[in-house]
Nanobody
Framework: QVQLVESGGGLVQPGGSLKLTCAVS????????MGWFRQAPGKEREVISC????????TYAASLKGRFTIARDRPKNTVYRQMDRLKPEDTAGYYC????????????????WGQGTQVTVSS
């Protein structure tokens, strides 16, 4: 079992930055690749990025690379999502998810999910 708790969401002006945190606890958290997803009202869930369990290599959605970065702090069992130059269209619920294995773009195969944190980009 793995538990995920996201934090760091909130209201930010266009062009601003936010740093989301996903705290990971439970059994063998380092065996899991960690993905970040988002879902806006009326839209499908979208993968943002993922960090592999073995070497911490990362993958990103092409449209978001350059503004969004993902990093893992292994001693703290925490995964971070830095979001810069935010736009109103980035408004969504943001979720971290754990997958035992290599990163994947399909959210349905992830084993565990956090409760999500809301990000609203508005002036």
């Amino acid at each position: 079992q793995v538990q995920l708790v996201e934090s760091g969401g909130g209201l930010v002006q266009p062009g601003g930055s936010l740093k989301l945190t996903c705290a990971v606890s439970g059994s063998n958290p380092h065996f899991y690749s960690m993905g970040w997803f988002r879902q806006a009202p009326g839209k499908e869930r979208e993968v943002i990025s993922c960090i592999h369990h073995g070497d911490d290599s990362t993958t990103y959605a092409a449209s978001l690379k350059g503004r969004f970065t993902i990093a893992r702090d292994r001693p703290k069992n925490t995964v971070y999502r830095q979001m810069d130059r935010l736009k109103p269209e980035d408004t969504a619920g943001y979720y971290c998810a754990a997958l035992r294995g290599l990163c994947a773009r399909v959210g349905d195969i992830y084993d565990y999910w956090g409760q999500g944190t809301q990000v609203t980009v508005s002036s």
